[in-house]
Nanobody, 129 residues
């Protein structure tokens, strides 16, 4: 069974940095996508960033573009989210998720949570002003 485990969350002052990790176990898919999502209190879960396994292409939500960087280490089966210049509005629980076969889901649908096959338990990020 696939497991995704996030780590690296915590408390930081505005302007600071954190690096989140998403470690995947029992992961044997070929053409998958790993995504980072976040959910602030009282709000819907939203997309933060994606990375495709096959070509390394990435996507960022406008709210984090230029501040966050997604990367992967295929040897370690780990995806990272480097978060710089953090703002109080970045405060949320951050989740990583896996879309097992991106060939079955058009890119335009990746924003919809229903297509994501596996989810981690989440890690809290708190940014104080």
């Amino acid at each position: 069974e696939v497991h995704l485990v996030e780590s690296g969350g915590g408390w930081v002052q505005a302007g600071g940095s954190l690096r989140l990790s998403c470690a995947a176990s029992e992961f044997t898919f070929d053409d998958y996508v790993i995504g980072w999502f976040r959910q602030a209190p009282g709000k819907d879960r939203e997309v933060v960033s994606f990375i495709s396994s096959s070509d390394g292409s990435t996507y960022y939500a406008d709210s984090v573009k230029g501040r966050f960087t997604i990367s992967s280490d295929n040897v370690k089966n780990t995806v990272y989210l480097q978060m710089n210049s953090l703002k109080p509005e970045d405060t949320a629980v951050y989740y990583c998720a896996a879309l097992a076969d991106k060939r079955k889901v058009p890119f335009s649908s990746w924003y919809s949570l229903i297509w994501w096959d596996y989810w981690g338990q989440g890690t809290q990020v708190t940014v104080s002003s």
